[in-house]
């Protein structure tokens, strides 16, 4: 059963409650923000890499189809399979189909958002197969049963010490020991063991290149390559917007992903995959899930450049002092509140609000899409179409009112400063959440227009 969705600004202020914790989450974030700035500084020719990426991603966008062809006919000349899917439950399904006609109960997968975005995990599991998570952040949730909050650092809203009280649980670390090394010591030891006996290994794809049909598994801890060299059988899941035409565009991508993830000239592994090794099968598996209806979409096709680097998210103030969680969606940010909507207006109409609009996603974002605009234009087109409660349609309704009309301004504006210093209450009270975080200001005595007119009389 699916869980009941909690809206993001309820979800919030739940994460607000703790002010030191949040202040810390903020901090944290930041310090990548600033990381991801240090090392992009560091290349004369960033903008340059930025705008190619941004071109040869609008190159793809509009010839998607003949790249995916090209793509699947070179993956097949390998000895790859190519499976289509057209939605999450298709891709889990062709998922569980090959780990049963192969009898495998069990198997190993590196990070893929594409998977959380489809909830195969759960899936698989409760169709009795065994899926262990290899990435060290994204194993780490797995043991709290609960989503990654970030997609490139899954476990970022966790202090050390709750990752070794976990440890401690599961794996039987020491009690009260914090030390990274130690712990991460002892996540290597268990993962060694599922590695060595998983005859299945799943993995994300980066980038899928339509000349080779090859693709590229970025990582910072080999989890990808490891699963996928031990087993019988690896399994690639990709969003069909992962492709790009050339081989030497690699270059431009590679150089990009990183510096604006982590601040990290490049991945640690940065791992090419184009057949499989002898006596082994290796399948591609090329998902729609709505990607067909965004690139319908000319307002929002943008959003399908983005390769997840997650620089969005680290300067977003809103996601730094909400938390990935309270975006109820497997991509959390600014990128993920464009494309949930897509998969479901109902469900997701709270997360374009989730913004203050400033910009600064799109001027982080190393393909350029314009973030912010699409926020705002999805704004537009939830309230329009209905999907957006209703009071906040009268307010704006009123704000229009008031501000079309001059007089009706400056009477409103007076009767606001009048309210505001005798009977305080009914703009502060309980039931307005803009006060719940700030003190009432001191009303002026006069409002700047008629200091204006007055001034400019004299
Ligand atoms: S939208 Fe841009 S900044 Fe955000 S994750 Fe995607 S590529 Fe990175």
New binding site residues.
């Given amino acids: 059963m699916s869980k009941a969705i909690i809206e993001h600004a309820v979800a919030s202020e739940v994460f607000n409650k703790d002010e030191p914790y949040v202040n810390w989450h903020d901090e944290t974030l930041w310090f990548v923000r600033q990381k991801r700035d240090k090392s992009s500084k560091q290349l004369p020719e960033w903008e340059q890499l930025r705008e190619a990426a941004s071109g040869i991603k609008n190159y793809v966008l509009s010839h998607m189809d003949e790249l995916l062809v090209s793509f699947e006919q070179k993956a097949k000349e390998n000895g790859v399979h190519v499976h289509w899917a057209a939605d999450a439950a298709e891709h889990n399904e062709i998922v569980l189909g090959l780990l049963r006609q192969h009898q495998i109960g069990k198997m190993v997968k590196s990070k893929s958002m594409l998977t959380e975005e489809c909830h195969m995990n759960e899936f698989l599991i409760r169709n009795g197969i065994d899926v262990i998570d290899t990435d060290l952040g994204e194993r780490i949730v797995q043991l709290r049963n609960e989503p990654p909050s970030h997609?490139v650092l899954p476990a970022i809203h966790l202090k050390k010490k709750d990752i070794g009280d976990l440890f401690h649980e599961f794996l039987g670390t020491e009690a009260g020991a914090t030390d990274p090394q130690y712990l991460t010591e002892a996540a290597r030891q268990h993962l060694r063991d599922k590695f060595m006996t998983r005859r299945a290994a799943l993995t994300g794809v980066n980038f899928a290149i339509a000349e080779t049909g090859g693709f590229v598994v970025a990582t910072n801890e080999g989890n990808a390559d490891m699963g996928a060299h031990l087993a019988d059988i690896h399994i690639a899941s990709m969003g069909f917007e992962k492709i790009i035409p050339k081989q030497e565009h690699l270059a431009v991508f590679l150089r990009l992903l990183a510096r604006?993830a982590t601040g990290q000239p490049i991945t640690t592994y940065s791992s090419h995959f184009k057949k499989a090794r002898e006596g082994q099968e290796m399948h591609i598996i090329i998902v729609d899930n709505g990607r067909t209806t965004q690139l319908g979409r000319p307002d929002f096709r943008n959003s399908l450049k983005?390769?997840?680097?997650?620089?969005?998210?680290n300067t977003c103030p809103v996601y730094r002092r909400s938390g990935g969680h309270s975006y109820h969606n497997a991509v959390a940010g600014?990128?993920g509140s464009i494309l949930a909507p897509n998969l479901d207006m109902t469900k997701n109409a709270d997360l374009p609000f989730a913004s203050t609009l400033c910009g600064s996603?799109s001027n982080?974002?190393?393909?350029k899409?314009d973030?912010h605009e699409q926020l705002y234009k999805w704004r537009q087109v939830l309230v329009k179409a209905g999907y957006v409660p209703q009071v906040k349609g009268i307010g704006v309704k009123a704000m229009s009112i008031v501000l079309s009309q001059p007089r009706f301004y400056q009477w409103s504006g007076r009767l606001g400063r009048s309210v505001m210093r005798t009977i305080p209450f009914v703009v502060n009270n309980s039931l307005n959440p803009w006060y719940k975080q700030r003190d009432m200001p001191e009303p002026p005595k006069e409002s700047f227009r008629d200091w204006y007119v007055r001034n400019r009389k004299e």
């Fill in positions: 997609i604006s983005c390769i997840r680097c997650g620089a969005c998210m600014p990128i996603c982080v974002c190393p393909v899409i973030i």
